[in-house]
């Protein structure tokens, strides 16, 4: 997301606030940015309009109600929150303060993803009736904070990686949840995390969905989307890589370091301009998801929508992609929410509705039942 | 099936009995068998010991009990039956005339997946956990018998296709399925037949599966596997050509007239020895699947299987495939049932399983409930 906000002349990193010291001189350093140790302090910044909530899932709701409570914007990563309540207190402290607070980014916000949905809109292809979405990916071997692997903070793959796919199928299927079945697995001792996550899931407009992930680093879907990565990389096949590189780490302490080692290349990456320009990328895209009209299947190909319609195939372009690819779309999104030109889409409610899905997975998962929506605040 | 009869030494096609008298003329002729219009006949001849019932579905259990009653085993074409009290009545027939009734051939049975159980079994990856299964094919617009489109005669996605990804997930996840919550689409006005169906199936020992059909000839899930057909062959993408070939055919009349055409011909073909042997085949398979045990996944490659484990991929080759593709396994099965060497997995009991899980999909479709199963029968 930084890449996209430094590049956007609309916007001004002007204040970043972490309680891990060196994080925060890294951030500051590189962005010229006002640190702050405590985030009260931040959000009485009279500088800061929106604040950019990128803490552990279990925090959110506590600081986008605090940022909301100083009259501040709030942009929220996904997902909103772990709890329904959480979501709630956020989205009344927003209305409270008259401040805007939206949620993002995810997959469901990729320029492929959108385009289905307006050809969905379009009507050509008459109403959407089935939605299958499959992700395969090396996700619990890369390095991870503590957050993205304890479940008590908000660890696993539900509420990290399926909620991606949560708001991809949401984003075509229009409309409330009704009914989740699923089921979830942690398969190695040795990365105790919830890695696989299956689940079936209805809207009230009848539209059906499957959601398939495993982060384990056996099969990959690229494998079936191009050889191209996740954020539109060219790449070649690399199974058992990630956790092969990750056996070489020799502990925790290590892996965490590695991690805000990469974190700080990353920052410089995000403000290099030559590094933005240099490469032609495909588009971003979350493994693979075909959605089906009655008249036709949508899915993402390496640079637009593939249609599948009664009269054959064609391809549907996107504009070429840059670094940083997709975010864009999102910064749009909420720069036009913060100045009053548009109500965001990807607001509290949106936000608190794929919470609400991860959490019925996890019920499901665990009862071995089928749950009904909307669950019980 | 029937290449793979005739061309095993051990079997004989010595009778054939149809209501259609020029298809029955066809077939006598082609396969040199005697021919009868009524089936009790064609039970009492002597000659005969394996009555293959490759009737209407609607009609397998009658057929199947006659059979048995005159003391003949019995093969049957799956689905076993469209109602487990039909299923109930076949398994009590055979077992009260002490005859053999395996119910065939289905892609479960396919050397891919077969080779995938017995990696599975061989316990290298640990245990199996989840299944998914895809296939978007041409189905609903191919040239189809009036029983493959009415729901009253057995017509319809589930019981004719779908019913193959059950078999190939009940042959990979073991033990009897517990749970069932799927959704079925009639899409096509004109060809009003269940087109298509998602499914999330639940085992006793915990293994989830999702099985995805979709048989409106827009996407093509051999895409994903390597451009090659579901019999094995090199299949150049052809999106649309199937409707757009039915949409030539002038009335139903004439669309049976193609099929009885075409089947003679698939006759002829199937007695040619040059046929079989000339062209070189990858496996047969029947759209992607992808079995995750917590160790590594596995899926079918074009020639053999793909193996996704910890330290890497690797290929497991299976003997070179040529006319007819498949289909041996199960007729060795049939033979040693047959003469005592070994009793058969795919019996009546394995039948009557698939059987269940199809009307658990069609009541879950109906109700947009959870199914548990097992069903009253």
Same mark, same amino acid.
């Given at each position: 997301?930084?890449?996209?906000?430094?590049?956007?002349?609309?916007?001004?990193?002007?204040?970043?606030?972490?309680?891990?010291?060196?994080?925060?001189?890294?951030?500051?350093?590189?962005?010229?940015?006002?640190?702050?140790?405590?985030?009260?302090?931040?959000? *009485?910044?009279?500088? %800061?309009?929106? !604040?950019?909530?990128? =803490?552990?899932?279990?925090?959110? $709701?506590?600081? &986008? @109600?605090?940022?909301?409570?100083?009259?501040?914007?709030?942009?929220?990563?996904?997902?909103?929150?772990?709890?329904?309540?959480?979501?709630?207190?956020?989205?009344?402290?927003?209305?409270?303060?008259?401040?805007?607070?939206?949620?993002?980014?995810?997959?469901?916000?990729?320029?492929?993803?959108?385009?289905?949905?307006?050809?969905?809109?379009?009507?050509?292809?008459?109403?959407?009736?089935?939605?299958?979405?499959?992700?395969?990916?090396?996700?619990?071997?890369?390095?991870?904070?503590?957050?993205?692997?304890?479940?008590?903070?908000?660890?696993?793959?539900?509420?990290?990686?399926?909620?991606?796919?949560?708001?991809?199928?949401?984003?075509? *299927?229009?409309?409330? %949840?009704?009914? !989740?079945?699923?089921? =979830?697995?942690?398969?190695?001792? $040795?990365?105790? &995390? @919830?890695?696989?996550?299956?689940?079936?899931?209805?809207?009230?407009?009848?539209?059906?969905?499957?959601?398939?992930?495993?982060?384990?680093?056996?099969?990959?879907?690229?494998?079936?989307?191009?050889?191209?990565?996740?954020?539109?990389?060219?790449?070649?096949?690399?199974?058992?890589?990630?956790?092969?590189?990750?056996?070489?780490?020799?502990?925790?302490?290590?892996?965490?370091?590695?991690?805000?080692?990469?974190?700080?290349?990353?920052?410089?990456?995000?403000?290099?301009?030559?590094?933005?320009?240099?490469?032609?990328?495909?588009?971003?895209?979350?493994?693979?998801?075909?959605?089906?009209?009655?008249?036709?299947?949508?899915?993402?190909?390496?640079?637009?929508?593939?249609?599948?319609?009664?009269?054959?195939?064609?391809?549907?372009?996107?504009?070429?992609?840059?670094?940083?690819?997709?975010?864009?779309?999102?910064?749009?999104?909420?720069?036009?929410?913060?100045?009053?030109?548009?109500?965001?889409?990807?607001?509290?409610?949106?936000?608190?509705?794929?919470?609400?899905?991860?959490?019925?997975?996890?019920?499901?998962?665990?009862?071995?039942?089928?749950?009904?929506?909307?669950?019980?605040?």
């Amino acid at each position: 997301m930084m890449p996209a906000l430094v590049q956007d002349p609309r916007v001004s990193v002007v204040a970043a606030c972490d309680t891990d010291g060196e994080a925060l001189e890294v951030f500051v350093r590189e962005f010229r940015a006002k640190p702050y140790g405590r985030l009260e302090e931040l959000c *009485a910044d009279p500088d %800061v309009d929106v !604040v950019y909530v990128a =803490t552990p899932h279990s925090l959110h $709701g506590p600081h &986008a @109600v605090m940022a909301a409570e100083h009259g501040k914007h709030v942009m929220v990563e996904k997902p909103m929150a772990l709890s329904l309540e959480d979501c709630d207190l956020m989205i009344a402290a927003a209305a409270r303060n008259n401040v805007q607070l939206l949620v993002g980014y995810t997959y469901g916000q990729s320029p492929a993803v959108q385009k289905m949905r307006e050809i969905i809109d379009g009507g050509e292809l008459g109403p959407v009736r089935m939605i299958n979405a499959w992700n395969y990916n090396n996700w619990l071997y890369r390095l991870r904070p503590p957050h993205d692997l304890d479940v008590a903070l908000g660890g696993g793959a539900v509420f990290n990686q399926v909620v991606h796919q949560i708001e991809m199928v949401r984003t075509l *299927a229009g409309g409330p %949840v009704t009914s !989740v079945r699923a089921s =979830t697995g942690a398969w190695d001792t $040795g990365r105790p &995390a @919830v890695g696989s996550s299956l689940a079936f899931v209805e809207f009230d407009n009848g539209v059906v969905a499957s959601i398939a992930f495993s982060g384990y680093d056996h099969f990959d879907t690229d494998e079936f989307h191009f050889s191209i990565g996740e954020t539109g990389e060219v790449k070649p096949p690399a199974h058992g890589e990630t956790r092969k590189a990750l056996g070489q780490v020799k502990d925790y302490s290590e892996e965490l370091r590695l991690r805000a080692e990469g974190r700080s290349s990353m920052y410089r990456r995000a403000l290099d301009p030559t590094h933005h320009e240099s490469e032609q990328l495909s588009q971003p895209h979350f493994g693979v998801i075909v959605a089906s009209c009655e008249k036709g299947d949508l899915r993402p190909s390496g640079d637009g929508v593939m249609v599948y319609a009664d009269a054959g195939k064609y391809e549907v372009p996107l504009p070429p992609v840059h670094r940083p690819p997709g975010w864009g779309g999102f910064v749009e999104e909420v720069y036009n929410a913060v100045i009053g030109a548009e109500p965001p889409v990807h607001d509290g409610r949106w936000g608190r509705a794929s919470v609400e899905v991860c959490l019925a997975i996890v019920e499901s998962a665990k009862t071995r039942r089928e749950i009904r929506l909307p669950l019980e605040g």
